[in-house]
Every structure is written in C-alpha cells, then in structure tokens.
C-alpha cells in the first residue's frame, strides 16, 4: 500500500501554494507471500534550498510551531531528510511481533556542517492476556557532525524495557 503526504506554505500568492515538503511511503502487509512477515518504508523531506529552516518556524512565533520544546510535526524538525525502513515478524496466535529498524536522518541541510543519524534497532513485544503487554527496544545509532559541529562524532545505544496495560 503506497502512502503519501505533502504540505505547502500557502501565502506566497493567492491559490499557488509555494515550498513543498513531503512524506512517501509503503506498506507490504505480507512480504514474499509470507503473512507473518510485513515491511514499511518512509521518507520524508522539508529541505528548501531557497529558505534554510523554513518550516515549523516563523518570524514572529519565534519559538516556532512547537509544544514545550518539542517540533509538534515530524520529529526530524525543520530542514532535514528522513529516511526509515522497519521489517517485523508476528509471532504465531498473534501473541507479539520481533522488528528490525533502520532510520537515517540529515538535519541542517542548507548548512556547513548538517547533522547526520545512522540508527539500526530491534523490538520484541509480547502480548499476555488481555491487556497486558512487555516490549523491549534496543538502539545504536551513530551521528556524525552532531551539533553541526564539523567532524564531532558520537556513538549512542539505549535500551527500553516497556510494559503496556491497555484497559
């Protein structure tokens, strides 16, 4: 199933809207005729070489479109690329699913020294009666220019024990 998404700044002039960011995607419910086995992919891009740092920010509501800090849109924030693919596996007696993920992201493109994430992931979740669910996530990602500090380089992991109880 593909998908698509787009958004355009809409005051340039009356009926052309102007500067276009945009998310693709796809969903394989069933990969290889193998029900168990699902993929998806997305890439998303707000990137306006003509007007760094265009979107979710504004010259008047200088903190932008955002919520406590935090980008209320896609969580890449403003000027930047995203791309993400994720495989998962259901487990029989829909009882839980393992998923594998990659997430690259370039932020600051319009700038000297972008910021860059390589992350790779794994998830395991498991279902336990109704209800009740654990899920573990472990990640390693690797950034480089981070900051948009040339040559700074960081290597990160994080692991996420979770339980869920959905009543």
């Known amino acids: ?13 009356p009926g052309v809207p102007s500067r276009w960011a945009y998310i693709i995607g796809v969903y394989l419910p069933r990969v290889l005729q193998i029900g168990a086995i699902d993929f998806r992919a997305e890439f998303a891009n707000n990137h306006q070489p003509t007007v760094p740092d265009f979107w979710y920010n504004h010259s008047l509501y200088t903190q932008g479109y955002t919520y406590k800090g935090r980008v209320i849109g896609h969580h890449m924030g403003t000027d930047s690329r995203d791309l993400f693919l994720e495989s998962s596996f259901r487990l029989p007696g829909d009882k839980g699913k393992v998923s594998i993920h990659y997430d690259r992201e370039e932020h600051n493109l319009s700038g000297d020294a972008g ?9 395991a979740r498991r279902r336990f009666g109704r209800g009740l669910e654990a899920a573990v996530t472990y990640r390693y990602a690797r950034l480089e220019n981070e900051g948009n500090i040339p040559g700074r380089q960081e290597d990160m992991t994080r692991a996420d024990p979770r339980i869920y109880w959905r009543f």
């Open 1 to 13: 199933m593909p998908c698509a998404q787009v958004g355009a700044e809409d005051q340039s002039r």
């Open 115 to 123: 910021e860059k994430k390589d992350e790779v992931g794994v998830e």
